[in-house]
């Protein structure tokens, strides 16, 4: 079973404007992390968060989390062609199961 | 240095057939997991290594499914009478650390296993 619920399931936007996709989780967490996998690749890391911090910061990423709502958001600014991926939640890989989302499929159009 | 590398990256079964899939982590790193993904889903757990210890196997969804790390560095992941079920892309990470470590981890870049 999936923990981390991601929101919207799609998301189409043209290049430049900025992409905000959203999880939320069921149960208490030690940290959340963002993945991205482009298509028939696997996934590459993006950012954690520690449930202590509540916004952190990478490149063109901003990650907010809210462990009161159990919700955690990625914001991609500037968005470039390149993005289109699809982007995955995830939570506690030292629980032993670290749970991932379905997914945001993200496209940027040029 | 390499990052996670697997094998094969594509695999076809008749069902019924008995497949292995291969990890070679990072080297140096502590542990290894076992994700099962499928068309359009997000990865689920299957299993955890550190080392050679496999830790955690709740996920391996039957008895058919067997992983194994005997060196405590590559991985091989067993699955024996194949079912049409099994269709997946099977991706194995890697992490530096143990439990109290920052824990990013590494993904290979998967084998499509397909049950016909």
């Known amino acids: 079973s999936q923990q981390g619920e991601e929101d919207p399931q799609a998301l189409s936007i043209q290049e430049g404007e900025n992409a905000t996709m959203n999880c939320s989780y069921k149960?208490?967490?030690?940290?959340l992390q963002w993945y991205r996998q482009n298509s028939g690749r696997g996934l590459v890391h993006l950012i954690l968060i520690r449930s202590n911090e509540r916004e952190k910061h990478s490149g063109r990423l901003r990650v907010t989390l809210d462990t009161s709502k159990k919700s955690s958001s990625l914001l991609i600014t500037a968005s470039r062609a390149a993005d289109t991926a699809s982007y995955f939640c995830a939570t506690d890989p030292y629980n032993n199961d670290m749970r991932f989302g379905a997914g945001t499929r993200l496209t940027v159009k040029p | 240095g390499a990052g996670v590398s697997q094998s094969p990256r594509y695999k076809v079964a008749k069902r019924g057939q008995d497949v292995a899939l291969r990890c070679d982590p990072i080297s140096g790193h502590v542990s290894l997991f076992w994700y099962q993904q499928a068309l359009g889903q997000g990865p689920e757990f299957l299993t955890y290594f550190q080392n050679e210890a496999q830790l955690d196997k709740s996920g391996l969804p039957s008895d058919r499914f067997f992983a194994e790390r005997p060196e405590g560095s590559v991985s091989t992941l067993k699955i024996q009478r194949t079912q049409q079920e099994d269709s997946a892309v099977y991706l194995c990470?890697?992490?530096?650390?143990?439990?109290?470590?920052?824990?990013?981890?590494?993904f290979g870049p998967g084998t499509r296993l397909t049950v016909l």
């Open positions: 990470a890697s992490s530096l650390g143990g439990s109290s470590s920052y824990n990013e981890q590494f």
């Open positions: 149960t208490s967490i030690n940290n």
